[in-house]
């Protein structure tokens, strides 16, 4: 089945660590996301990706990079200029265009993030 | 940049008894909407979305919605709910001229036995 795969689903780190984390999809989509789930704050993006090579910040980067060297791979890497990293990650893909807003976005499962 | 509000952070309804979330948005033109649901430590799914056309959509499970453009709304409704609906549910708002996804806060929806 055609799906998103998120890794780890727990993830501790101790401050000043930077820690990776990985999303796999294999349903053929062009576009990515790394969006933050913080509770009562819905969800706020990253960063994301249209194409291969190429990524774009969303409203709070600061403290993240992502890469994109494969379409199928687009894995988030959480750095220790991060002021406030625990939280849960969710990676979405869309099959939509550049310039479409009508992208329905599959999500994976989640990554829990927790800093000591 | 288009926005989302949800103004009902958590509701409790009875099993079997109807349901209404609500969801406002903010954008100048026609938006692009849509109603996920997400279970406790997991990703979200999609229920339902609006592009064009009818304003009532039906979505799955059994919601539906309808996106009324005078009041900005695009409120969720499902007749008749069931102890398994209890999720954490979100409205979110595309646009045409980006390639950002605007959600809102979510609802957290209990239902009692």
């Known amino acids: 089945d055609g799906g998103i795969t998120q890794s780890p689903k727990y993830l501790f780190r101790k401050e000043g660590q930077n820690v990776t984390l990985s999303c796999e999809q294999n349903l053929n989509h062009d576009a990515m996301y790394w969006y933050r789930q913080d509770p009562g704050q819905g969800l706020r993006l990253i960063y994301y990706s249209q194409i291969v090579n190429d990524f774009q910040k969303g409203d709070i980067a600061e403290g993240y990079s992502v890469s994109r060297e494969k379409k199928e791979s687009f894995p988030l890497t959480v750095t220790s200029a991060q002021k406030n990293p625990t939280a849960f990650y969710l990676c979405?893909?869309?099959?939509?265009?550049?310039?479409?807003?009508?992208?329905?976005?599959?999500f994976g499962a989640g990554s829990r993030l927790t800093v000591l | 940049a288009q926005s989302v509000t949800q103004p009902d952070i958590h509701i409790t309804v009875s099993e079997g008894a109807s349901l209404e979330l609500r969801c406002n948005y903010s954008?100048?033109?026609?938006?692009?909407l849509f109603w996920y649901v997400q279970s406790p430590g997991q990703g979200l799914q999609l229920l339902l979305k609006?592009?064009?056309?009818?304003?009532l959509v039906q979505g799955i499970k059994g919601f539906e919605a309808e996106f009324k453009r005078s009041q900005s709304s695009f409120n969720l409704r499902k007749p008749s709910v069931h102890w398994s609906d209890a999720a954490e549910y979100f409205c979110?708002?595309?646009?045409?001229?980006?390639?950002?996804?605007?959600f809102g806060a979510g609802t957290r929806l209990t239902v009692k036995p």
């Open positions: 609006y592009f064009s056309g009818d304003t």
């Open positions: 979110a708002v595309g646009a045409d001229n980006n390639n950002d996804m605007r």
């Open positions: 954008y100048g033109a026609t938006p692009y």
């Open positions: 979405a893909s869309s099959l939509g265009t550049v310039t479409s807003g009508a992208n329905v976005l599959t």
